[in-house]
């Protein structure tokens, strides 16, 4: 219904650049992505200086792998939302890394966005509580990224000392995920169908003390709502990787490799640095026990299997023209990566050809359930991380199914994660700090089986040793930082920079 009033809008005024804008939004909405293109590209002929249009299309270009005029447009975006008025924030983490420009465009899109005043809040207690009313806010509470790491933070939350409350406005729905939150002991509202003053007006009925925003500036976001004040104490945790630079998020969860010092200028929010690494884990993740086969997936039997199972919008020239000459180096290796849509295949086999790979070498993997996608891991290899925007939950999932992953970390929040999680596995090894080192690393491994075994063994036994994949450890430590921010809060004093020991 929208994209025929937008197609009748154009009919009547052919310049109506918003209305371009806006059909290329609902063409995206629904897997139309050429269409969308072609909409953003119109909107640009009628406003050449429309700003978001020129993000909205260099975004939606990366989600197909279309690098026809990569260099010329990734010049072309760098200034967006910097010197340029607000465009959506979170394209452009892919786009470049940077942080202090990321914090540049978070500012000037908080500043253009956001203009309602809080609203009062409750009188500070003069007794310290004894039980903390937690509230998290997000479209993912179900089969989504999200959840799988916060299942067991969920589930683990001490309820003696702890109200959860969950308060969802997704409007995808996952039956077996919501049961899953029922029997966490929280308390969940869906909240898919009510206004941003209707969930406010529930949400200050519940005199939550902290408000966790999940989504930040990501897709389906309603942090909108923050703006009003949900709770004395608000945060920027797991979902938006890098800084809001809004006035009304007082924290950002992160950790010492995350946001080192000399990066720390970069973000607006007071840090609350997690002694291991920022991200959840769920060491209750299930990982379907199967009997497949490398053949079941398309994948040669004895060839070498690299993978990378991130988002295709992540991947850039950069990293691909690694991959293709690793592939060139090791005979009858494979790339398998995850299907996401037919141009993105269509595109990534021409590039393949044009550096001499035969495109059957990369291997497209189906979406299927979380559990059958870990059981998938087995059959490779290897992980190869990339650049900008890390592998995050994808990281995470490789390394709880025992694969190795190689990174090169970065500047900006989005290009650390991985590396935060290593660190916190006991595998430093992995990571790399130049695009060389990760070159020279991966065919290493590649090349020497019984490095690759040794670290397998490794990874294998330090998942049980080290802090990454302890829940109960994570949360207690997560709790312990919302106490201190909350006692700041009680005392009266601002915001701070919390450092956690185990």
């Not at 690098?67 to 607000?86: E, I, K, M, P």
């Not at 589930?155 to 939150?181: P, T, V």
């Amino acid at each position: 219904e929208a994209i025929a009033a937008y197609e009748r809008a154009l009919a009547i005024t052919p310049d109506y650049a918003e209305a371009a804008l806006n059909m290329g939004l609902a063409l995206q909405d629904q897997g139309k992505l050429l269409q969308a293109i072609d909409a953003y590209r119109r909107t640009l002929a009628i406003k050449p200086d429309y700003h978001s249009a020129k993000m909205y299309l260099r975004h939606m270009l990366g989600h197909v792998c279309d690098w026809q005029f990569y260099h010329q447009d990734q010049t072309a975006c760098l200034h967006l939302g910097v010197n340029t008025s607000a465009i959506p924030t979170f394209a452009m983490l892919a786009i470049e890394d940077n942080p202090a420009r990321q914090l540049a465009r978070s500012r000037t899109w908080a500043k253009e966005r956001y203009k309602e005043e809080p609203l009062p809040l409750p009188n500070r207690p003069t007794l310290l509580k004894k039980r903390l009313r937690v509230g998290y806010f997000s479209a993912d509470f179900h089969d989504h990224a999200t959840l799988h790491l916060m299942a067991g933070l969920l589930h683990n939350h001490d309820k003696s000392h702890f109200d959860i409350y969950l308060y969802s406005y997704g409007k995808h729905k996952s039956e077996c995920w919501r049961k899953k939150l029922e029997k966490s002991g929280c308390r969940f509202f869906d909240c898919a169908q009510e206004t941003d003053i209707q969930v406010l007006t529930l949400a200050r009925t519940h005199n939550l003390d902290i408000a966790i925003d999940l989504k930040g500036y990501t897709q389906d976001t309603r942090s909108d709502i923050f703006q009003y004040r949900l709770a004395p104490i608000q945060v920027n945790y797991l979902g938006y990787p890098g800084s809001m630079a809004a006035k009304f998020i007082d924290y950002i969860v992160a950790d010492p490799v995350i946001i080192p010092e000399q990066q720390r200028k970069h973000y607006s929010e007071s840090v609350i640095y997690m002694p291991n690494s920022y991200q959840p884990t769920d060491n209750m993740r299930k990982i379907l026990h199967t009997h497949t086969t490398r053949a079941d997936f398309g994948l040669p039997k004895e060839a070498f299997i690299f993978c990378c199972f991130n988002n295709n919008y992540k991947i850039s020239p950069y990293e691909f023209d690694i991959w293709m000459r690793t592939l060139s180096k090791v005979p009858g290796s494979v790339l398998w990566l995850i299907r996401s849509n037919k141009w993105v295949e269509q595109n990534l086999y021409r590039e393949a050809e044009a550096r001499s790979i035969d495109p059957s070498r990369i291997i497209f993997a189906e979406k299927v359930a979380h559990s059958e996608h870990l059981a998938r891991h087995k059959h490779a290899d290897l992980f190869l991380d990339t650049f900008n925007y890390n592998a995050h939950t994808t990281a995470s999932d490789a390394l709880w199914t025992g694969l190795p992953l190689i990174t090169k970390v970065g500047d900006q929040f989005a290009a650390r994660v991985s590396a935060s999680l290593l660190t916190a596995v006991g595998l430093p090894e992995l990571i790399t700090t130049t695009a060389e080192d990760y070159e020279t690393l991966i065919l290493d491994f590649a090349q020497n089986p019984e490095k690759l075994i040794a670290t397998k063994q490794k990874l294998t036994a330090n998942l049980m040793k080290f802090p990454l994949f302890d829940t109960k450890l994570y949360t207690k430590n997560f709790e312990r930082a919302l106490k201190k921010a909350y006692y700041l809060y009680f005392n009266n004093q601002e915001p701070k920079d919390i450092f956690l020991n185990n």
